[in-house]
């Protein structure tokens, strides 16, 4: 497929490479939209399932078990009603976007009953449909079966991410209560290119590496490196860490003392790539990995376990100069 010119759409040929996934799309929605389009060009090598699926609930869980159990896909990824519906099925890796958990009570408060437009256009051609009190109730049904038959195994098996700007659903709380990995990032509703490749792409990325069970060499990088003296992100940080999670683990390191600044500095600056990849510690060189980027103000590590880049040192100036070692290393 050919690329488009975006500024923040990149291609991984490698990711999820010959394998399934499954889309389930949004209230409204259909499977020519532009989530799927992304999931298509990010992907090249990748079977991308997205039907359209019936505005009955009963008729699109049933077409969606159906899939699965014929299909088998290796990923399924839900947004808004979509991640209503992922959540329900059992048994596979599953990535649930803004999830509409309580539907039925989203399409009362905001509007969404009476004679609908789809947003995007279907293969069979209809254009338009009608919510009334008995379809509302059907979603209501469907919704009701959420978190039915879960099992620890299968709550190991789903993501939740849920925007830190979504006007329209608010189900973290409830997904928590189930769930425990759930993370914001940074974004509305409905996605666009920027939180979808800063946050959905990394925990893809997370899936596929698990289960190919690839183990890639671990970066560590001392949070001193990452903060300017205004408490800003320096100069091509931000542009590093997107550069190196394609290749690398990432972690972000920080002493104890530091617990809920960093925790509250990464969310906000670094997002998704941090979500459990960050440690607190006092004793650095006791870090088992391949790297560790550290300002030289943190004084010899002796005995480091890594090999050490001294962020600010002449060799190191920058992080430009640090992206570059790092691609001359080829993901080594």
């Known amino acids: 497929m050919e690329m488009i010119e975006n500024?923040?759409?990149?291609?991984?040929?490698?990711?999820?490479?010959?394998?399934?996934?499954?889309?389930?799309?949004?209230?409204?929605?259909?499977?020519?939209?532009?989530?799927?389009?992304?999931?298509?060009?990010?992907?090249?090598?990748?079977?991308?399932?997205?039907?359209?699926?019936?505005?009955?609930?009963?008729?699109?869980?049933?077409?969606?078990?159906?899939?699965?159990?014929?299909?088998?896909?290796?990923?399924i990824i839900g947004t808004s009603m979509g991640g209503m519906y992922t959540e329900q099925l059992?048994?596979?890796?599953?990535?649930?976007?803004?999830?509409?958990?309580?539907?039925?009570?989203?399409?009362?408060?905001?509007?969404?009953?009476?004679?609908?437009?789809?947003?995007?256009?279907?293969?069979?051609?209809?254009?338009?449909?009608?919510?009334?009190k008995a379809l509302v109730k059907a979603y209501r049904e469907v919704s009701e079966q959420r978190f039915v038959g879960l099992t620890p195994e299968d709550e190991r098996r789903v993501y939740g991410l849920f925007g830190d700007k979504d006007d329209l659903v608010d189900t973290m709380g409830i997904f928590c209560q189930h769930y425990s990995q759930a993370t914001n990032f940074h974004g509305e509703h409905r996605m666009d290119d920027k939180s979808y490749m800063?946050?959905?792409?990394?925990?893809?990325?997370?899936?596929?590496?698990?289960?190919?069970?690839?183990?890639?060499?671990?970066?560590?990088?001392?949070?001193?490196?990452?903060?300017?003296?205004?408490?800003?992100?320096?100069?091509?940080?931000?542009?590093?860490?997107?550069l190196l999670i394609e290749h690398y683990e990432v972690f972000f390191v920080a002493p104890p003392s530091h617990y809920t600044t960093t925790e509250s500095w990464l969310a906000e600056y670094i997002n998704v790539p941090a979500w459990r990849h960050t440690i607190f510690t006092p004793r650095r060189e006791l870090l088992y990995g391949d790297y560790l980027i550290v300002s030289p103000q943190q004084g010899k590590l002796e005995g480091s376990l890594a090999t050490l880049l001294e962020y600010g040192s002449d060799t190191f100036k920058t992080w430009e100069d640090i992206i570059e070692y790092f691609s001359h290393l080829g993901g080594q």
């Not at 649930?96 to 989203?106: Q, R, V």
């Not at 969404?112 to 947003?119: L, R």
């Not at 289960?211 to 990088?221: A, C, D, H, L, S």
């Open 90 to 132: 059992r048994g596979f890796d599953r990535i649930c976007i803004n999830p509409a958990l309580e539907i039925a009570e989203t399409m009362r408060a905001h509007g969404m009953t009476g004679t609908q437009q789809f947003q995007n256009p279907r293969l069979d051609g209809v254009q338009e449909f009608y919510v009334d």
């Open 7 to 75: 500024p923040y759409v990149k291609q991984y040929p490698e990711m999820m490479a010959g394998k399934t996934i499954l889309y389930c799309h949004g209230f409204g929605s259909s499977g020519q939209s532009g989530t799927v389009e992304r999931l298509r060009i990010v992907m090249p090598n990748t079977r991308v399932i997205a039907p359209d699926l019936p505005v009955d609930p009963h008729e699109a869980i049933t077409l969606l078990h159906t899939i699965c159990e014929q299909e088998k896909p290796d990923l």
């Open 198 to 242: 800063h946050s959905v792409v990394p925990v893809i990325r997370w899936i596929d590496d698990k289960q190919e069970k690839r183990q890639r060499p671990i970066i560590y990088i001392g949070i001193e490196t990452m903060i300017d003296s205004y408490q800003k992100p320096v100069s091509s940080i931000q542009k590093a860490v997107r």
